[in-house]
């Protein structure tokens, strides 16, 4: 029977020096553990959260700050801007300080078959990260899809020169109140924060100018009746005021000549009581006062025929003169006795 020999066993078959295995194991193991160990924590921005996905599935969210998971493949984590707002531009977009309009989202058309330039502004932010993830592939996409496609809607039912005027301010609400129900119908985690219009316009050229001509006078027609209604407001007061006062001043005399009447009337129904009392003497005393009043030159005879037929004659004036010339002439009598 042939013995057949068994080579001994080597226990360096890489021929490396003493020591030099031991150290590439614990350096393999050294970097195994670090890698693990990193992929076991992440970090959360205070502007971000973080969707935790366990074999795929959804299992919760994490807010900002350090974390640990499970490393991959039993965990992962995918972050998202959830408390940041952001932006999308429906007709435009914007490269840093540069504006590039996109024609095919702005153009529109009205409701009385006009077309319209309608650029917007939609600002957003994330509400439902599950949703957000999950029930839409691409959410901007999507949200620039149905900012465009609330916009045609309204617009497209309004006439364009109301579009271009006074009805901004509830195309731009009756746009949002569309873009929320289309968020709530498909659950896509998106929160509408607000839609803004930057300019509803005809298009550029012939038509712009027409356009800005009728808003031109659209405007001066509102400037005209404010000011119409301006000075409404200052003269119907002042109007109010002076019919008040003319009122006032009529109510005052017409209580001052009542006042007065009433005062004639005290004074006749006075003097009547008293002529009643003895009525030749006030009558001599009227009809000389009257006599006075229309003949104030004239000579004053005082007669009484019924005594007999003779004529009995005062001269009354001739003695009030002698008696005047008397006393002027012993005036000057007695001035010139006393001169030297």
Same mark, same amino acid.
Not at 211 to 239: G, L
Not at 287 to 298: C, D, F, V, Y
């Given at each position: ?151 045609? @809607?309204?617009?497209?039912? *309004?006439? !364009? ?6 009805? #901004?301010?509830? /195309?731009? &609400? ?109 009558? @001599?005393?009227?009809?000389? *006062?009257? !006599? ?6 004239? #000579?004053?005879? /005082?007669? &009484? ?36």
């Amino acid at each position: 029977m042939e013995l057949v020999k068994i080579p001994k066993r080597q226990d360096n078959p890489l021929n490396l020096p003493p020591g030099m295995l031991k150290k590439i194991i614990i350096g393999a193991v050294a970097l195994i553990a670090v890698v693990v160990g990193s992929s076991c924590f992440y970090t959360v921005q205070e502007q971000e959260r973080a969707a935790i996905l366990t074999f795929g599935k959804y299992t919760g969210e994490s807010t900002a700050g350090l974390h640990f998971k499970w490393p991959y493949p039993i965990q992962k984590v995918v972050i998202v801007p959830a408390e940041l707002t952001q932006r999308i531009h429906i007709g435009y977009r914007v490269n840093g300080d540069v504006s590039t309009p996109v024609e095919e989202e702005a153009m529109m058309i009205t409701g009385d078959e006009n077309i319209v330039s309608a650029d917007a502004v939609v600002q957003w932010k994330i509400s439902n990260v599950r949703d957000y993830l999950y029930n839409i592939s691409d959410p901007e996409q999507f949200l620039r899809n149905a900012a465009s496609s609330s916009i045609r @809607s309204v617009i497209g039912s *309004e006439k !364009l020169d109301y579009a271009i005027t006074d009805g #901004k301010t509830v /195309i731009q &609400d009756k746009v949002r109140e569309k873009l929320l129900e289309l968020q709530n119908k498909y659950h896509t985690g998106i929160q509408i924060i607000d839609i803004k219009f930057q300019d509803i316009e005809p298009p550029s050229g012939q038509v712009e100018e027409a356009f800005r001509a009728v808003t031109n006078a659209r405007e001066e027609k509102n400037t005209k009746i404010n000011n119409a209604a301006k000075y409404e407001n200052d003269k119907i007061p002042k109007a109010r005021g002076e019919a008040q006062a003319l009122l006032e001043n009529a109510e005052a005399l017409k209580k001052s000549r009542i006042l007065n009447a009433q005062g004639d009337v005290a004074q006749f129904n006075a003097i009547y009581a008293e002529y009643t009392k003895n009525k030749g003497i006030t009558e @001599s005393r009227l009809l000389m *006062e009257t !006599l006075e009043k229309i003949l104030p030159n004239a #000579k004053i005879i /005082i007669s &009484d025929s019924a005594a007999g037929d003779t004529v009995k004659y005062l001269p009354l004036n001739e003695l009030v003169r002698g008696s005047g010339s008397a006393s002027s002439s012993a005036g000057t009598q007695q001035q010139g006795g006393t001169s030297p």
